[in-house]
């Protein structure tokens, strides 16, 4: 059974940096590609970035730059970096796992919510002045 345990919520002033971290189990990442996903007060869930089963990322254009993916197989978590903060960056966060088709291509991931069938209960992000 797949699970997700998102952490790191916390308050931060603009500008300053925040560290996400998803622990996951109950699956193999190599046959998985996971994505971390925000959703803003009033705003629609929007994909931040993912990353593929052999490890490639891809990035939303609007937040590259400031977010970074990674995923350390053996303290088997995926985090998420974000840098130089805003409040637009105020939100829930979550992470989220899909189990690659055998037709998928190990460098391909998604950042479509409609894509994912397991997720996370979300950690909460505030931005302040």
């Known amino acids: 059974q797949v699970q997700l345990v998102e952490s790191g919520a916390g308050s931060v002033q603009i500008g300053g940096s925040l560290r996400l971290a998803c622990a996951a189990s109950?699956?193999?990442?190599?046959?998985?590609?996971m994505a971390w996903f925000r959703q803003g007060p009033e705003k629609r869930r929007e994909g931040v970035a993912c990353?593929?089963?052999?490890?490639?990322?891809n990035y939303a254009d609007s937040l590259q730059g400031r977010f970074s993916i990674s995923l350390d197989n053996v303290e088997k978590t995926l985090y998420l970096q974000i840098n130089s903060l805003t409040p637009g960056d105020t939100g829930m966060y979550y992470c989220?796992?899909?189990?690659?088709?055998?037709?998928?291509?190990?460098?391909?991931?998604?950042?479509?919510?409609?894509?994912?069938?397991?997720w996370g209960q979300g950690t909460q992000v505030t931005v302040s002045s």
């Open positions: 989220a796992a899909r189990r690659r088709s055998p037709y998928t291509s190990a460098w391909w991931c998604s950042r479509s919510s409609s894509d994912f069938d397991n």
């Open positions: 109950g699956f193999t990442y190599r046959d998985y590609y």
């Open positions: 990353i593929a089963s052999d490890g490639t990322t």
